[in-house]
Nanobody, 131 residues
């Protein structure tokens, strides 16, 4: 079991930065692939970023949606059971509810971007970017 609680959302202006945090409880966190997704009003939930961990720092893998590549950075601190999403150069189109998710049994390929493979989800945190 993994329980996830997001924080760090808010209202910012275009060009500003925010850092989202996702605090996890449960022993499965350290082996889980962690993902960030977002959902804007009237749209489907979409992949933002994901990070895997094999137990070796050099083996960390990160994945990003094209829309956020170069602006967002995902990271994790297994000692703190926390995953972060640093969001820079925010745009109005980044406005959405952001969700943290955990997949304790990650598969290869591009499954990291599929919401259905993540077993655990947080409650979401609102990010609003004004123009």
């Amino acid at each position: 079991q993994v329980q996830l609680v997001e924080s760090g959302g808010g209202l910012v202006q275009a060009g500003d930065s925010l850092r989202l945090s996702c605090a996890a409880s449960g022993r499965a966190f350290s082996r889980s692939r962690m993902g960030w997704f977002r959902q804007a009003p009237g749209k489907e939930r979409e992949f933002v970023a994901a990070i895997s961990w094999s137990g070796i720092r050099s083996a960390i893998s990160t994945y990003y949606a094209d829309a956020v590549k170069g602006r967002f950075t995902i990271s994790r601190d297994n000692a703190k059971n926390t995953v972060y999403l640093q969001m820079n150069s925010l745009k109005p189109e980044d406005t959405a509810v952001y969700y943290c998710a955990a997949d304790p049994n990650p598969r290869g390929g591009s499954f990291y971007k599929v919401p259905g493979v993540y077993d655990y989800w947080g409650q979401g945190t609102q990010v609003t970017v004004s123009s």
